[in-house]
């Protein structure tokens, strides 16, 4: 653990600083004095060019260590200070990062002249990177091989060289050895066979023979007799006990057609829970649970503004894009100079290979880097309609461009194509959630003809097996975090479990929200067998009454392309008049996702469609998420959420520079 990290300038001024544990000034000042000013440890530093902190021998002072990196051209030092018995293996790519982070974000604030304050919210980017750089560390500390030992039994002294004792005489036993216990059962596996040089292995338990007695074995008739009375008796009992376990079967348990058990009700089938007790009135959620619900750390999912409101982060991309950056641009600078300087001709000529500077693109030019481009995002999940769609459209807006001098057709092409991604994936229209909850649940008091304030409904679709429970799970996670009081209505009356899988759910996120001091969340629920439409209208119809905030509507999955049960959804949106729908879809889905976005978004009538994506398994396709760009390509409807992972914390926001770069990549 680090106990002091500071950005300083080369004069001693602190720009920025974050301590975990106090450290004396004098052991920066002595850093300073003995690394800058009197170059004591490395000569020449205070006019080197920009060190990486891999390159930078470490300095100790006292019973601490410090490695360093240094800026040049803005004479910035940083500096991290943790304690000489820890090795903290991840300091170096810290520092690094950290450089070139404050660099790019702060960089024009401290180029100004004089400047010895920097204004700069910067602790969460440093506790981003501190916190990411710990986990790798321990994930690589828990994979590496454990060290196995070898027996370190010591040899036997015999002249034969064996390790086991000789065999001892039959029918008599040492008295180091254990009689075997005819009733234990054996562990043990069967003995593989050895040299024949060695006697052979000892058997199992069962395998045992007893030696007969003979003349001199000194075993009178009477304990004869009831050594064999005994071993018949055991004998017997033992098939008695495999007999009655024979014949009990499984029982089968009955049902009615409330999906209740019609008999043996006092046994527990619920087993989601090690707690068995009912809660009051019958509520399945409101009973004593266990603790065995892991704490969700909801600064790693989000941050909380200046006004309380806590905000999901989109995929640590900022921090992410930064460091990008600035990789690639090392490696052009790397490759550029190795291209010209060490390469000659050969290599010059082919840095400017497809070079069209100055010419006015025509249809044949462009033709195939767009075939190579069509086959590029196809090959990132984008369905191949919404592929052809895209190279057809920007082909047209380049038919007649005229190029930049030293601009290749290549890198034409890609410019357009990121503008033309960029364009489809920014929403049009809002998308801050918390924003159109509140304007309902507590509406302007000075507006004379705004509404009265009722719950927002928020309604989740979807085919089978894309994840609409887990995600409407971790939106109620989300929602819980600003404190609204929310009500799940279990309105997939087909699926058999579903009503359990949502009675676990919101049982954590009770536990959760007790435990976090958050907002309330309940579960309103009717059974199997019903009509969802009228469920989702009577949980609306309850919320109203009990005074919650948000209605949260799970839907029963379904084929988009089975008529008869999609038709069943303008029904739902009639009853229930949600305010948002939304659709999940699946990352990997691939070519199916257009034909799944628009019949979705066409089956709720004439004058109701969906309101956004939530794209669930974005943590399972890497850099193939394409599938974003076809549903919005495909309906012209936003992505709201990303699902990343299966914790109640795994939901994001979409950066649309993110997905661009992943798509482009």
């Known amino acids: 653990m680090l106990d002091e990290f500071e950005i300083l300038t080369t004069s001693g001024v602190v720009l920025w600083s974050k301590s975990y544990i106090p450290v004396s000034a004098g052991v920066i000042n002595s850093f300073i004095k003995d690394v800058f000013i009197e170059e004591t440890v490395v000569p020449g530093a205070s006019v080197a060019d ?42 170096d ?41 710990e986990g790798s560390a321990e994930r690589l500390t828990q994979r590496a091989p454990q060290i196995v030992h070898d027996d370190l039994t010591p040899p036997s002294s015999s002249d034969n060289g064996l390790d086991e004792p000789p065999p001892h005489l039959p029918g008599l036993l040492g008295n180091h050895q254990r009689k075997p216990d005819s009733n234990s059962p054996s562990t043990e596996v069967t003995p593989t066979s050895t040299p024949g040089t060695s006697r052979p292995g000892t058997p199992q ?19 004869k007799k009831a050594a064999a009375t005994n071993t018949a008796t055991s004998n017997e009992n033992l098939k008695k006990r495999e007999k009655t376990g024979k014949s009990k079967g499984k029982q089968m348990r009955k049902w009615d057609a409330g999906g209740m058990a019609d008999d043996d009700n006092d046994i527990v089938l619920d087993y989601s829970s090690t707690a068995v007790s009912g809660g009051m009135d019958g509520d399945p959620t409101s009973r004593p649970v266990s603790s065995g619900v892991d704490t969700v750390d909801a600064a790693t999912s989000g941050t909380r503004t200046g006004k309380g409101q806590y905000v999901l982060k989109d995929l640590d991309d900022e921090v992410h894009s930064i460091l990008q950056d600035a990789n690639d641009k090392k490696a052009q600078s790397a ?43 196809i090959k990132k999940n984008v369905a191949r309609e919404a592929a052809v769609r895209l190279c057809d459209g920007v082909e047209k807006e380049l038919i007649g461009h005229k190029t930049g001098s030293f601009e290749s057709v290549d890198s034409t092409i890609r410019t357009a194509m990121e503008s033309s991604l960029r364009k489809i994936l ?47 799970s971790k939106l109620a996670f989300f929602l819980l975090q600003n404190n609204f009081k929310l009500l799940i209505a279990a ?29 309330s969340v309940e579960l309103y629920e009717k059974g199997y067998g019903k009509d969802a439409a009228h469920i989702a209208k009577d949980a609306v119809a ?76 974005c943590d399972t396709v890497g850099e193939m998420v394409g599938t974003l760009v076809s549903m919005v390509h495909a309906t012209g409807i936003p992505v709201v959420f990303l699902g990343t992972g299966q914790h109640y914390g795994d939901l994001r926001t979409v950066n649309v520079g993110w997905v661009v770069g992943l798509l482009m990549s």
């Open 50 to 91: 920009d060190a990486s902190a891999a390159k930078n021998p470490s300095y100790k002072k006292d019973k601490y260590t410090l490695r360093w990196a240094s800026v040049k051209d803005l004479g910035l030092i940083f500096v991290a200070v943790y304690q000489s018995l820890l090795h903290l293996s991840w300091v």
């Open 93 to 133: 790519k810290l520092l690094d990062n950290i450089q070139i982070l404050f660099v790019d974000l702060y960089g024009d604030q401290v180029k100004k002249p004089h400047t010895s304050i920097v204004e700069c919210d910067f602790d969460g980017y440093f506790d981003q990177q501190v916190k990411e750089l």
């Open 205 to 223: 338990t069962g395998h045992l023979l007893s030696a007969k007695p003979g003349r001199g074995s000194g075993m009178s008739r009477r304990a």
């Open 335 to 377: 490759i550029s100079s190795k291209g010209v300087v060490g390469a000659g001709l050969g290599a010059i000529s082919g840095l400017f290979r497809n070079v069209v500077g100055g010419k006015t693109l025509t249809k044949e030019d462009l033709e195939k880097p767009m075939k190579g481009m069509e086959e590029h995002l």
């Open 426 to 472: 920014t929403p049009t229209t809002s998308l801050d959630i918390l924003r159109s909850i509140t304007s309902v649940t507590q509406p302007s008091k000075s507006n004379p003809l705004s509404a009265p304030p009722r719950p927002y409904v928020i309604s989740i679709v979807g085919v089978n097996g894309v994840g609409k429970s887990t995600n409407l």
């Open 491 to 519: 309105c997939d009356t087909f699926r058999s479990g579903a009503v359990e899988q949502l009675r676990v759910h919101a049982r954590n996120l009770k536990e959760l929200s007790q435990r976090e001091g958050l907002g």
């Open 542 to 617: 309850h919320a109203a009454q009990q005074g919650f905030d948000v209605v949260l509507i799970d839907t029963a999955g379904r084929r988009h392309n089975d008529a008869r049960l999609m038709s069943s959804l303008e029904k739902f949106a009639q009853l229930a008049r949600p305010d948002k729908i939304l659709m999940v879809g699946e990352a990997l889905v691939g070519t199916d996702s257009v034909a799944q976005a628009r019949a979705f978004n066409a089956a709720f009538g004439g004058k109701r469609g969906l309101d956004g994506f939530i794209i669930s398994k």
